[in-house]
Structure formats: structure tokens, C-alpha cells
């Protein structure tokens, strides 16, 4: 009698059994992101990395940060996330080098957003030295501070390894973001850039269940 009842049931059970297995396999391999061919160690393998390749000069990079920005405040501990930016050409390496700069002066969040500004709003390119001086001087560094550390080996060094890092991950196009060195998201016909971000907190689940299961 008990039996019969439960096979009452079964219908509703396998049903919802269904959906949240739907729910579960949102985002596919190959249709919203891809497996890198050559995984790469992440800077701390206790933690989910993910990593934003951007460029100042993309205006769907521009777009993505309206969700960036909220986003990443309500990451977890268990989440690291930081951005690389892109070096295809001159151009491209001169605002890494901006950006590099910025982050070693320890004022990487405010130089972000003001680039972001002064390029995508104002239409002013930041590629000349003095150009680039200014924009410093706008932020509270002295033009002596500015040409001591844009010149150090250490901002020359992180340029040349965000451009290693886009070779190993073999990038061809911004905003693209890389998560746990394994997965790689941008933009497709299924996902626009405005849910870049979903698939993105979809893998840093998939990574989070694998790190708890791992020795």
C-alpha cells in the first residue's frame, strides 16, 4: 500500500529531478565557454581565480564593468579575482602600462575607472607620455612619481607577463575572462556581454565542488 502510494509521486519527483539537472547544465562547453587546451596554474589554488583580459580602449569592456564592479564586492573569500590587460599592439601595451603603473602607485580602482572615463566618454586616447602624465597628475602623482615608477623594471615586467598570459590563453578578442585556469568566457550569439558574468559564477561553482573534493 505504501508502495503504490509513492509510485503516486514518482511522476512529480523524476519532474523535478529534471528541472534542477536543467538548472544545473545551464552553460555547455564549446556553446557559452571553452576548456583551454593548456590549463594554466592559478596564483593561489586554494582559491577560485578569475581573471578579466580587458583593454581601456573597449567599449564592450566599458559595458562590462557597469556589472564588474558590483559584482565583484559580493565575492566570496574563496573567489580571486583580478584583471589583466590586454597588449595586442603599441597602443594596447601603452595603456597596460598605464594600468601597471597605476597598480603599482596603489591606486588601481580609482586610475581604472577614471581611464575608463577619460576614453570611452571624453574621447581623449591617453597614448603620449605627457598625455598620460596628466592624467596622473589629475589623480594626486607628482609627474617625478609617475615617470619613476612608469619606468621601473617592475611595471616593464608586469606588461610583459600580462602579454604572456594572453599567448598562453591564446585571447582574441575583450572583455574575455579566464576562470581556475581552465575555462575561458567571452562573448557568443548565446551570451552577450551583459551575462558574461552568469557563466562566469557557473564555473566558479563547477571549480568550487571540485577544489572541496580534492585531497
Given at each position: 500500500m505504501v508502495f503504490i502510494k509513492l509510485l503516486k509521486y514518482l511522476p512529480k519527483v523524476l519532474l523535478i529531478f529534471f528541472l534542477s539537472c536543467l538548472q544545473a547544465e545551464e552553460f555547455y562547453s564549446g556553446k557559452h565557454y571553452e576548456l583551454l587546451k593548456n590549463p594554466t596554474a592559478t596564483r593561489?589554488?586554494?582559491r577560485v581565480e578569475v581573471v578579466e583580459v580587458?583593454?581601456?580602449?573597449?567599449?564592450?569592456?566599458?559595458?562590462?564593468?557597469?556589472?564588474?564592479?558590483?559584482?565583484?564586492?559580493?565575492?566570496?573569500?574563496?573567489?580571486?579575482?583580478w584583471k589583466s590587460h590586454a597588449t595586442w599592439n603599441p597602443t594596447l601595451k601603452i595603456h597596460a602600462k598605464l594600468f601597471y603603473t597605476a597598480k603599482a602607485l596603489g591606486i588601481i580602482d580609482e586610475a581604472t575607472s577614471s581611464a575608463f572615463n577619460v576614453i570611452q566618454r571624453e574621447k581623449r586616447f591617453l597614448t603620449g607620455n605627457s598625455e598620460i602624465e596628466y592624467f596622473f597628475k589629475g589623480l594626486g602623482i607628482t609627474g617625478e612619481k609617475f615617470q619613476s615608477v612608469s619606468s621601473s623594471f617592475g611595471v616593464d615586467n608586469a606588461v610583459r607577463q600580462a602579454d604572456l598570459r594572453m599567448r598562453q590563453w591564446?585571447?582574441?578578442?575583450v572583455p574575455t575572462l579566464i576562470v581556475n585556469g581552465k575555462y575561458k568566457v567571452s562573448a557568443t550569439r548565446e551570451i552577450g556581454t551583459d551575462r558574461i558574468l552568469e557563466v562566469v559564477?557557473?564555473?566558479?561553482?563547477?571549480?568550487?565542488?571540485?577544489?572541496?573534493?580534492s585531497p
Amino acid at each position: 500500500m505504501v508502495f503504490i502510494k509513492l509510485l503516486k509521486y514518482l511522476p512529480k519527483v523524476l519532474l523535478i529531478f529534471f528541472l534542477s539537472c536543467l538548472q544545473a547544465e545551464e552553460f555547455y562547453s564549446g556553446k557559452h565557454y571553452e576548456l583551454l587546451k593548456n590549463p594554466t596554474a592559478t596564483r593561489d589554488p586554494r582559491r577560485v581565480e578569475v581573471v578579466e583580459v580587458f583593454w581601456f580602449g573597449c567599449n564592450h569592456c566599458f559595458f562590462l564593468e557597469t556589472y564588474i564592479q558590483p559584482w565583484k564586492k559580493n565575492l566570496p573569500k574563496d573567489v580571486d579575482f583580478w584583471k589583466s590587460h590586454a597588449t595586442w599592439n603599441p597602443t594596447l601595451k601603452i595603456h597596460a602600462k598605464l594600468f601597471y603603473t597605476a597598480k603599482a602607485l596603489g591606486i588601481i580602482d580609482e586610475a581604472t575607472s577614471s581611464a575608463f572615463n577619460v576614453i570611452q566618454r571624453e574621447k581623449r586616447f591617453l597614448t603620449g607620455n605627457s598625455e598620460i602624465e596628466y592624467f596622473f597628475k589629475g589623480l594626486g602623482i607628482t609627474g617625478e612619481k609617475f615617470q619613476s615608477v612608469s619606468s621601473s623594471f617592475g611595471v616593464d615586467n608586469a606588461v610583459r607577463q600580462a602579454d604572456l598570459r594572453m599567448r598562453q590563453w591564446a585571447i582574441s578578442g575583450v572583455p574575455t575572462l579566464i576562470v581556475n585556469g581552465k575555462y575561458k568566457v567571452s562573448a557568443t550569439r548565446e551570451i552577450g556581454t551583459d551575462r558574461i558574468l552568469e557563466v562566469v559564477d557557473f564555473l566558479i561553482e563547477k571549480e568550487r565542488r571540485f577544489l572541496l573534493n580534492s585531497p
